[in-house]
């Protein structure tokens, strides 16, 4: 009996530290995510000194000892030349767009732009690495404008795509003074849609009825619940039209060159297609743009933190759902065009 309560004991107290253990983990991880959470404002990263430090790490890595000592000499020397100099090297502020269906970068964004346009000369460079797959119209065209703000100051405007900018993607690309793509990036996706689902016929199944009143003829056309008629498609299709004339407006007045007529059907290109179209201006990824503008520039990545409440993370959380099976939408819609052996 003594034996057993012994060993029920030490069971007992290795359970109570496993618990212990846990509790401490997961408030260390709440409190961090707390804490990153309440973080508000600018953060600066000096690329050139980010690719000064990994070049030399992978030198200091594969050379000789006898080499390394010359080099971290020549490089000590180089730095207290750099400091001794007078010559001030134009400067080029990196931003990073990562859209979603609400562009809810664009909080950061404003924030980035604003900050950068108050010390920005015009021997200056913005250069924007854009990641968007397209989505709500206002909040993409809120982002189009936060990027036209640099343009209309006189600053010049790069936009580098590796991957996707269609559709509100595009809206934002479209702004800049030169657009460069990787070779398979997506590109274009000129135009506008709306799909809904329609349950009244489930609904009259089950003798559900379902009442809609409103102020205003059009106050509201096509429904998920209600009956929808051809006038009220037709009243939608003129709506959407004149998104997509409005869509057009704005990429024919920074790239006047483009065939609208050609590119603006909604359709999507790769990046050698896009340049072919005009859609592009050069095959780049970002890293060669960066690599090669970081020679003659001092390169600044510019990233502003906002603040997010608990309820805005929480729904973060659902949009990002959301993107997810819209970008696995994308995936499929493209992957399904791919040749295969």
């Given at each position: 009996?003594?034996?057993?309560?012994?060993?029920?004991?030490?069971f007992?107290?290795?359970?109570?530290?496993?618990?212990?253990?846990i509790?401490?983990?997961?408030?260390?991880?709440?409190?961090a995510?707390?804490?990153?959470?309440?973080?508000?404002?600018?953060?600066i990263?000096?690329?050139?000194?980010?690719?000064?430090?990994?070049?030399?790490?992978?030198?200091?890595?594969?050379?000789?000892?006898?080499?390394?000592?010359v080099?971290a000499?020549?490089?000590?020397?180089?730095?207290?030349?750099?400091?001794?100099?007078?010559?001030?090297?134009?400067?080029?502020?990196?931003?990073?767009?990562?859209?979603?269906?609400?562009?809810?970068?664009?909080?950061?964004?404003?924030?980035?732009?604003?900050?950068?346009?108050?010390?920005?000369?015009?021997?200056d460079?913005?250069?924007?690495?854009?990641?968007n797959?397209g989505?709500?119209?206002?909040?993409h065209?809120?982002?189009?404008?936060?990027?036209a703000?640099?343009?209309?100051?006189?600053?010049?405007?790069?936009?580098s795509v590796?991957k996707?900018?269609?559709?509100?993607?595009?809206?934002?690309a479209?702004?800049?003074?030169r657009?460069?793509?990787?070779?398979?990036?997506?590109?274009?996706?000129?135009?506008?849609?709306?799909q809904?689902p329609?349950?009244?016929?489930?609904l009259?199944?089950?003798?559900?009825?379902?009442?809609?009143?409103?102020?205003?003829?059009?106050?509201?056309?096509?429904?998920?619940?209600g009956?929808?008629?051809d006038?009220?498609?037709?009243?939608?299709?003129?709506?959407?039209?004149?998104?997509?004339?409005?869509?057009?407006?704005?990429?024919?007045?920074?790239?006047?060159?483009?065939?609208?007529?050609?590119?603006?059907?909604?359709?999507?290109?790769?990046?050698?297609?896009?340049?072919?179209l005009?859609?592009?201006?050069?095959?780049?990824t970002?890293?060669?743009l960066?690599?090669?503008?970081?020679?003659?520039r001092?390169?600044?990545?510019?990233?502003?933190?906002?603040?997010?409440?608990?309820?805005k993370?929480?729904?973060?959380?659902?949009d990002?759902?959301?993107?997810?099976?819209?970008?696995?939408?994308?995936?499929?819609?493209?992957?399904?065009?791919?040749?295969r052996?």
């Amino acid at each position: 009996m003594i034996e057993f309560f012994a060993e029920y004991g030490l069971f007992l107290l290795k359970a109570m530290t496993i618990v212990g253990a846990i509790v401490i983990v997961v408030g260390t991880v709440a409190a961090a995510g707390r804490k990153a959470a309440m973080q508000e404002g600018l953060e600066i990263e000096h690329l050139n000194k980010k690719y000064r430090t990994l070049a030399s790490a992978l030198k200091q890595a594969v050379l000789k000892k006898a080499d390394r000592k010359v080099l971290a000499k020549e490089e000590k020397k180089q730095a207290k030349a750099e400091a001794k100099s007078d010559v001030k090297r134009p400067r080029g502020f990196v931003i990073d767009f990562k859209g979603d269906l609400k562009a809810t970068a664009v909080a950061s964004l404003r924030e980035e732009v604003s900050a950068i346009l108050e010390v920005a000369g015009p021997d200056d460079q913005v250069i924007v690495r854009l990641e968007n797959h397209g989505g709500t119209v206002h909040e993409h065209g809120l982002a189009a404008s936060q990027l036209a703000r640099i343009r209309d100051q006189g600053v010049s405007l790069l936009v580098s795509v590796d991957k996707v900018a269609a559709s509100g993607g595009y809206l934002m690309a479209c702004v800049a003074s030169r657009i460069y793509a990787a070779p398979f990036a997506i590109l274009g996706s000129i135009g506008v849609i709306a799909q809904l689902p329609n349950f009244n016929r489930m609904l009259d199944e089950h003798g559900i009825d379902f009442e809609m009143i409103t102020a205003g003829k059009y106050k509201r056309n096509v429904t998920i619940f209600g009956k929808n008629t051809d006038e009220d498609r037709a009243k939608l299709k003129e709506e959407l039209e004149d998104v997509h004339s409005l869509f057009k407006d704005a990429v024919g007045k920074y790239r006047q060159e483009l065939d609208l007529e050609k590119i603006a059907t909604g359709e999507h290109w790769y990046g050698t297609r896009a340049l072919e179209l005009g859609l592009a201006d050069e095959l780049k990824t970002s890293d060669e743009l960066l690599s090669e503008l970081a020679k003659d520039r001092e390169l600044y990545r510019v990233t502003y933190k906002v603040k997010q409440p608990l309820q805005k993370r929480l729904l973060a959380n659902v949009d990002g759902l959301l993107e997810k099976a819209d970008a696995a939408r994308w995936r499929r819609r493209f992957e399904s065009r791919l040749p295969r052996s």
